[in-house]
Every structure is written in structure tokens, then in C-alpha cells.
């Protein structure tokens, strides 16, 4: 890829914080960006100064919402080296939802090569554990038009930033609510593409959620209002008798998860069954209450595993594991973070690193 690496201003510089990362509100001093036109292409790649955009009000994203992001961590292992997991997994994912945009596929190696570029020009950016580097790609649509149709030109950036612990509560349980009224995603439409609308769909529910005292909402299925999907950025799992992982099957409105399909391959090596399967949302709670479910827990980038310790739906609350931590959700939780932080070997080929000098 022909890219161009722009001077700072000195002036500016930011100095990386060492404590008190909050998550995703905190940015390294430079960026990556590059443009798209149906005539160029892909140009003008640039690793430059971190900066506000200048956007014509008209620009169609901020009216049609035609945009895709993506998120993953670079950890930094003992030895000091940068740890990438998974990489090339989003890289894809970022492509399937630009398909699903109808917007233009970025090349796989040049999106990686250009954000592990930024990675090492930042490299002092890269935190200690339990921290990491937050990297988010997103892409927009720029033409400045109201007409509704597919825009020709796109930005494509990426901007990356230290982040700590993803909730408040850190590595304990959150409470969780079901959402018995409204939908975040219906087979057939979006809910498979990491596109902010998804999002946005969703921030009044949570809302409604959080004023019950619930951090995260999980949704059921759009036809049935029946089936368990995902929650909020995660997917979800379920651990029957302290043995069997069962979690949704990617039916189409569901986010395929990094994280997700990684769990999926850990918990068998680790000698758990897993099982993708439906889960209906009144069975699972009978089984909770049972005791046949002995954990729930998301997963995803931001948290890596969530253990949920209580779910809430049509007025009744379910405790989860006596609101405690489970052996499963702790066991998937020290394995994930141990091979991205690179305490633990990485048997499956997971991890890019990067050489810092
Ligand atoms: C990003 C995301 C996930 C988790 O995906 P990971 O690749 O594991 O981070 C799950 N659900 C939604 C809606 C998401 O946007």
C-alpha cells in the first residue's frame, strides 16, 4: 500500500495516560485515513495527526447512516511486545458489512498493515495489562447529497486508543435485561453487520434498562419475540450443569463475534461440550430457575466474558449463579486474556505480534 506517514505538530502532542483509561474516550495523537472514489479508488492512504473531519451538512451518513466500524485490542505481553487477536477475523467482518452497506471492500492486508503502522508509531500508547489499545475502523459515507441511494465517495479511518476495564463493575457480574417489547435486529436485515444503526436502534431500551438498574439489554428474536439473540455488544452464552456452553446460532440477525467463535473453540479444547442451539427465553429461564443453568455470560471485544448474575424480564428478576462470578465464565475469561496478553502459549494461531524495538 502506498502510504503516506504525516509529521505531528509537536505543539499538540498528547501524552498517553497511565491510570484512569475510562473506555473509548481517550485517543493516540495520530490516525489513519484514506478515500474513496469510483474513479480512484481506495487513495491518499494517510497516517497523519489525530483531527476533527470537516463535513459538509448535507454529507449522507449523518442522514441515512450508511457506516460500519469494527473493534479489537492489541494487548501489551510481559516481554513488552503488542499482541493482535485475531486480527485478520475483523478485517473480514469490516468487508462483510461494508457488502451489506453497499458500500466499497477495503483489501484486507493493507487495512491490517496500515493499522499495525499506526500501531508502532503509537506504540507508547499500548498499555499495561490489564489495559490495552482499543482500535476502532469505521468507514462513512461522504457524498454531501440527500438523495437516498448508495453513496459513490467513503472515509475510511481508523482511530485507536487505551481502554480499561469495559464496565463499572469490572470482572463481576452485571444485571441484564430482556427486552419483552422492542427488537434490535430481524433476520433479513442488519443485525449481522457491525453498523452503528444497530446502535441506535437500541439506546432507548437501554436507557429504559438502566433506570431499572439493568446494564446491558438482552434481545430476543424479531419474529417469535421467543428466541434469545445477543445483548448489547456481546454475544451470549449459557453453561448447563457447569459443563455445556450453549450460545445462538448465527441465524442472521446476529453478530458473528470474534470473541464468540472463540469461545466456541476454546471451551471444546478445554473438554466442555458447546453447542450452538436456540434457546427460548421462557425454557431458559425454567432451566434457571431449575438450576440446570449454572452461568450465563456475554462475550465479546469490549468485556472479553461478562458474567451475568441476574436477568430480568417481565417484571421478574432471575438470579444467575447467586450473582457470582462462575467457574466457567472465570475459566474462558483467564484462557482468552492469558493467550491475548501472552501469559498463556497460543495454540491456535490467534495472535499477530508485533515487533516493537
Ligand atoms: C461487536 C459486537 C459483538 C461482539 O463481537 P466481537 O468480535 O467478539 O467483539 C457482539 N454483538 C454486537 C452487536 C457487536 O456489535
Not at 440527500?146 to 465517495?153: E, I, N
Not at 436502534?201 to 445477543?230: M, N, P, T
Not at 448447563?240 to 456452553?245: C, M, S, T
Not at 476454546?266 to 440446570?292: C, F, P
Amino acid at each position: 500500500m502506498d502510504l503516506t506517514i504525516t509529521p505531528l505538530e509537536q505543539a499538540n502532542l498528547k501524552e498517553p495516560p497511565r491510570n484512569d483509561f475510562g473506555f473509548g474516550n481517550k485517543f493516540s495523537n495520530r490516525m489513519f485515513t484514506q478515500k474513496y472514489t469510483p474513479d480512484k479508488g481506495w487513495h491518499e492512504a494517510t497516517i497523519g495527526p489525530y483531527a476533527p473531519f470537516q463535513l459538509d451538512p448535507a454529507t449522507a451518513v449523518l442522514h441515512y447512516a450508511q457506516e460500519i466500524f469494527e473493534g479489537t485490542k492489541a494487548y501489551r505481553s510481559e516481554d513488552g511486545r503488542i499482541n493482535l487477536f485475531r486480527p485478520w477475523e475483523n478485517m473480514k467482518r469490516f468487508n462483510r458489512s461494508a457488502q451489506r452497506m453497499a458500500m466499497p471492500l477495503v483489501d484486507e492486508e493493507d487495512h491490517l498493515e496500515a493499522i499495525i503502522k499506526l500501531i508502532e508509531l503509537e506504540e507508547e500508547w499500548v498499555p499495561d495489562p490489564p489495559a490495552a489499545l482499543y482500535i476502532r475502523p469505521t468507514m462513512i459515507a461522504t457524498d454531501p447529497a440527500l438523495g437516498v441511494r448508495a453513496s459513490k465517495s467513503y472515509l475510511h479511518y481508523v482511530i485507536i486508543g487505551p481502554v480499561g476495564p469495559y464496565f463499572k463493575e469490572g470482572f463481576n457480574p452485571v444485571p441484564v435485561y430482556i427486552s419483552d417489547t422492542y427488537r434490535r435486529a430481524v433476520k433479513g436485515g442488519v443485525g449481522d453487520a457491525k453498523t452503528g444503526g444497530n446502535y441506535a436502534a437500541s439506546l432507548f431500551v437501554g436507557e429504559d434498562a438502566s433506570k431499572k438498574g439493568y446494564s446491558q439489554v438482552l434481545w430476543l428474536d424479531a419474529i417469535h419475540g421467543r428466541y434469545i439473540e445477543e445483548v448489547g455488544a456481546m454475544n451470549i452464552c449459557f453453561v448447563y450443569e457447569g459443563r455445556k456452553i450453549v450460545t445462538p446460532p448465527l441465524t442472521g440477525s446476529i453478530l458473528p463475534g470474534v470473541t464468540r467463535a472463540s469461545v466456541i473453540e476454546l471451551g471444546r479444547d478445554l473438554g466442555y461440550e458447546v453447542a450452538e442451539e436456540m434457546l427460548d427465553v421462557h425454557q431458559a429461564l425454567a432451566d434457571l430457575e431449575q438450576g440446570k443453568i449454572t452461568e450465563v455470560f456475554g462475550c465479546g471485544t469490549a468485556a472479553v466474558i461478562a458474567p451475568v448474575g441476574k436477568l430480568g424480564y417481565q417484571e421478574k428478576e432471575y438470579w444467575v449463579n447467586d450473582n457470582r462470578t462462575g467457574p466457567v465464565a472465570q475459566k474462558l475469561y483467564d484462557e482468552l486474556t492469558g493467550i491475548q496478553y501472552g501469559r498463556i502459549p497460543d495454540r491456535f494461531g490467534w495472535i499477530h505480534t508485533i515487533d516493537v524495538a
